[in-house]
């Protein structure tokens, strides 16, 4: 029998997905503008509502690269700018920088959320001040896998020093900083639809804009910057950067299971949690506080391999073996080759957490037997003094233990025999113990 594939973080349809793409068809509106578009763009602003910005909008565009673009060319960052960048993230948050002959500058993260570090941003941002004579043009933050970063802490910073923030929340759709949605939080917010999201529209994603002024903008950058003439005019450079009429009509089926998919991710971490409490030399990455609430994008584990006697390689060459993907965390920016002559700030936390973390598996269609199987494979040979967890428990618990016979050592050996040959005596007078 072939063994079940289990995904790192599959698609997973609600079930109301062809309704709206069939709605699409029979309209002719495949496009990319229609009423999919507007109304996924509305919900999504529903979902999204923060009490301190109740102008804020949402556009949504062909992927979460294209937002970033668009709000970092809206910020006004230009060809030898300086952009400071956390370097603990998935490529296309630097690589946008560089689209418009910008410069990366990189900032390492902090231990109990593995975001940007503040204190690492204030050397930079006084660092490349000192070397420039400018201030860095913007702030890009990241909340990996689902964590919020210190999100106050980094608004302080952006206040003081009058950058503006770029939250890229492309994986922390449904997270949450003291009860408010990430996304909401920077002078622009970002998030991806990408197929491997908490929600999908294939490929899409929005861009959080605070006015409705800034997101007419954002319209206008993204449908080929066309002048409002009855001709083609065009005074700016533009992009294709539209979601299709199809395209957000899966995002509306995908949005009405979207509370239900945040809670299984969840689930699905606590499950994780719990199975490996008190395994030596294995972390679970957890919320720091009651402020943060991640959606648990991807659950990530830290092997410290002297202790648990793996290395994360060899967990994920186990889980390759049978048929289960896994994947290392994010390589940080600054030690990528298309970026290392970039000025780089920090200690090196981010290069630890790349050499000792793993992604398990943590998609809807992640079943708890699921989940059972990929810790058991974890735990393959684990050190002999906690080697099988089911088996330790067994070892303790009378109701597992052998039950040992009895010898009555008063009689001689041929009067027990002779009494377990005759049965009968035995059940006459009782003779046996």
Known sequence: MKTKKIWLSLAQMSGHEMEFVQEAFDSNWVAPMGPNVNEFEKSLQQYLANKDNPSQQVVALSSGTSALHLALLQMGV???????CQ????????????????????????????????????QAIEWRLAVTGQLPKAIIFV?????????????????????????????????????????????????????NKIITTSGGGALIC??????????????????NEVYYQHKEVGYN???????????????????????????????????????????????PSNDYNSNFWLTCILIDSEKFGKTPDQIRELMDSEEIETRPLWKPMHLQP???????????????????????????????EDIYRIVEIILTDYPPVEKKISQRHKDIDVRYRPKKKVENNLQPRWIRQFLLNNTLL???FNLLP
């Open 87 to 122: 370097s603990f993230t998935f490529a296309a948050t630097a690589n946008v920088i560089r689209y418009l002959g910008a410069k990366p500058v990189f900032v390492d993260s902090e231990s109990s959320t593995w975001n940007i570090s503040p204190e690492y941003l204030v």
């Open 426 to 428: 035995v059940k006459m």
């Open 143 to 195: 909340n990996l896998y689902g964590m919020p970063a210190q999100i106050d802490k980094l608004k302080e910073i952006s206040e003081k020093y009058c950058i503006p923030l770029l939250e890229d929340a492309a994986e922390s759709l449904g997270s949450e900083y003291k009860n408010e949605k990430c996304g909401t939080f920077g002078d622009f917010g970002v998030i991806s639809f990408n197929g």
């Open 241 to 287: 950067y539209r979601l299709s009429n199809v395209s957000a009509g899966i995002g509306r089926g995908q949005l009405m299971a979207l509370d239900k998919f945040v809670e299984i991710r969840r689930r699905n971490h606590d499950l994780y949690t719990r199975l490996l409490a008190n395994i030596s030399g294995i972390t679970v990455q957890q919320n």
């Open 78 to 84: 230009g060809v030898g700018d300086e952009v400071i």
């Open 338 to 368: 298309v970026f290392e002559k970039f000025p780089y700030c920090g200690d090196g936390i981010s290069e630890n957490l790349f050499k000792t973390g793993l992604c398990l598996p943590s998609g809807v269609a992640v079943t708890s």
């Open 210 to 227: 605070k006015t409705e002024a800034v997101a007419k903008k954002t319209l206008f950058y993204a449908t080929q910057a066309r002048e």
